[in-house]
C-alpha cells in the first residue's frame, strides 16, 4: 500500500511485490499508462483493475483494455 500515490512508485511496488488487484481512480490509471516507466512486462502479476470515485472516459478504458490485457 502506498501513502500517497505515485504512478512510478506503484509500478515499482507492483513488479517488486507481485501485485494481483488494485482499486484506481480514472487519473491514477492515466498516470500509470502515461509513465516513462509503464510497461505490459512490469504489470505482469496484476489480474484484475477495479476503478471508480470518478467518471472514467471512454477513451482512457479503451486504451487501458489495449494496453493492458487483464482488463475485461
Not at 472516459?57 to 490485457?69: D, F, H, N, T
Amino acid at each position: 500500500m502506498l501513502r500517497q500515490f505515485d504512478a512510478g512508485g506503484f509500478i515499482d511496488l507492483v513488479e517488486e511485490e507481485g501485485g494481483k488487484y488494485a482499486y484506481l481512480v480514472p487519473t491514477m490509471l492515466k498516470q500509470i499508462l502515461d509513465h516513462p516507466n509503464f510497461s505490459k512486462a512490469r504489470l505482469k502479476t496484476l489480474k484484475a483493475i477495479a476503478y471508480g470515485a470518478a467518471p472514467m472516459p471512454v477513451e482512457l478504458i479503451q486504451r487501458a483494455v489495449k494496453e493492458l490485457p487483464i482488463l475485461y
